[in-house]
C-alpha cells in the first residue's frame, strides 16, 4: 500500500490547457474514484500518474517519492483498462503471468502469484481458456488478475466496466469493491457513472473542465454540495433545480419560484430579493392527492416496482419525484408537493455556490 499526492498538476495539449493546477491527497488504502463527464481530464490525470501521460507542471508522489521522471514499469502500479487489453494469443494463466515473466520472476513466486489471484476471482477454472473463448466479466476478472498478480502499490482503473451490459457492471462493482475490501491495496477508479462513484469510492474527486469541484465522502457529496454542478452530476434522477429569487421576512426563508412559495432553512449569506437556484432532489419530495403543499400536474407515471417516477408540470419547470411504493396518480391529475426544509438546497444565481 503507498499514499499519492497531486501538487499542483497541470496539463497542457500544445496551446490547450486541459488540468489547471490541481491538488490532493489519497491516503494509504483508500479507494478513490475520480468522477466527472466526458473531456473534464479524469482519464488524463490518471495517465499521468501512471507514467503514460508527460506533466506539463507540478509533481506527483507515490509514498512520498517524486515519480514525474520514473518510467511507467518503476511506479510500482498496476492498471486495469476500458479494453482488458488481453493479449489473444495466450491463455488466462499465461496473461496473468505475463508481468512477472518481464520481471524473471521464479516459477514458483509466478505459480503461487496466479493461483491466488484465480481464487480471489474465480478464475480457477478458466486459467486454460483464451481470451475469445471469455466473456466480458471475465475478461475483465483476468485483467484484475493480472493487476493483482503484480502486488503492486496502487491500483489504477480505467473505466473498466464501460464495456459491459447494465446487469453485469452491478456485479462487477460489487467484486471490485469486495477485493479491495479484500486487498486493501490504494486504488484510484476513473468513471463517468456517478452510481459507480457513489457505491464504490471512499471518497469522490468530482471534476469538471480540468479543476476539482469538490472532495468528499459519496453521502457528503450527495447531501451537501459545495455547488450547482457537484449538485446535479451526484445523484441519480438528478436533483430538480429552479430558478427563483431568495424572500427573508420575519425570521423565515423561502424561494419564490414560477409562482409558488418553495420552503428554505434560514440562510444567514443570503439577501432578499437574490436571484438563487433551488434545488430539492427526487426522493425528498412527498406527494399527496389532495392537501396543502404546491401545486403540480402529473405529466409521466413510470412505475419500475418498488418504486415510481413522476414527471411533473409546476408553471413552465418540470420535476422529477421519486416515490417509495406505487401511487394512483394518472397524467393530467393535480397532485400537491410537501418538502422538508431540512432536505433543499439553495445556490447562489450567479457563482453556483451554495448558501449557507
Known amino acids: 500500500m503507498a499514499t499519492v499526492s497531486f501538487r499542483d498538476i497541470k496539463k497542457s495539449f500544445g496551446k490547450v490547457d486541459i488540468i489547471h493546477g490541481i491538488s490532493f491527497d489519497i491516503a494509504e488504502g483508500e479507494f478513490v474514484v475520480l468522477v466527472g463527464p466526458s473531456g473534464c481530464g479524469k482519464s488524463t490525470l490518471l495517465r499521468m500518474l501512471a507514467g503514460l501521460e508527460e506533466i506539463s507542471g507540478g509533481e506527483i508522489h507515490i509514498d512520498g517519492k517524486v515519480v514525474n521522471d520514473l518510467e511507467p514499469k518503476d511506479r510500482d502500479i498496476a492498471m486495469v483498462f476500458q479494453s482488458y487489453a488481453l493479449y489473444p494469443h495466450m491463455t488466462v494463466r499465461d496473461n496473468m503471468a505475463f508481468s512477472l515473466k518481464l520481471r524473471k520472476a521464479e516459477e514458483s513466486v509466478t505459480t503461487e502469484r496466479v493461483g491466488n489471484a484465480a481464487r480471489i476471482l474465480n478464475l480457477d477454472a478458466l486459467l486454460d481458456r483464451f481470451p475469445r473463448e471469455l466473456s ?100 441519480s434522477p438528478a436533483m430538480n433545480v429552479l430558478k427563483g429569487s431568495l424572500r427573508q421576512a420575519d425570521g423565515r426563508s423561502w424561494v419564490e419560484a ?17 436571484a438563487v437556484q433551488y434545488g430539492v432532489r427526487p426522493g425528498d419530495i412527498r406527494v399527496a392527492g389532495s392537501g396543502g403543499g404546491i ?10 416496482g418498488a418504486e415510481t417516477e413522476l414527471l411533473l408540470q409546476v408553471g413552465n419547470t418540470q420535476l422529477v419525484v421519486v416515490l417509495h411504493g406505487r401511487t394512483a396518480a394518472q397524467p393530467d391529475d393535480t397532485v400537491y408537493l410537501q418538502i422538508d426544509t431540512a432536505k433543499t438546497h439553495v445556490f447562489d444565481g450567479a457563482s453556483g455556490n451554495r448558501l449557507d
Open 258 to 274: 414560477e409562482g409558488q412559495q418553495w420552503p428554505v432553512g434560514t440562510l444567514a449569506q443570503g439577501l432578499d430579493g437574490q
Open 136 to 235: 466480458g466479466g471475465q475478461r475483465q476478472r483476468v485483467a484484475m488478475g493480472r493487476a493483482i498478480v503484480r502486488d503492486p502499490k496502487v491500483f489504477l482503473f480505467d473505466e473498466p466496466l464501460s464495456n459491459l451490459d447494465a446487469k453485469l457492471r452491478v456485479a462487477m462493482r460489487a467484486e471490485i469493491k469486495a477485493l479491495h475490501q479484500r486487498l486493501k491495496t490504494t486504488t484510484v477508479y476513473v468513471t463517468h457513472d456517478q452510481i459507480e462513484a457513489m457505491t464504490m469510492a471512499d471518497r469522490i474527486v468530482v471534476m469538471h473542465d480540468g479543476i476539482i469541484e469538490q472532495i468528499g465522502t459519496p453521502l457528503e457529496l450527495y447531501d451537501r454540495p459545495r455547488n450547482l454542478f457537484v449538485a446535479q452530476f451526484i445523484g
Open 295 to 304: 401545486a403540480a400536474k402529473v405529466v409521466v407515471v413510470e412505475p419500475t
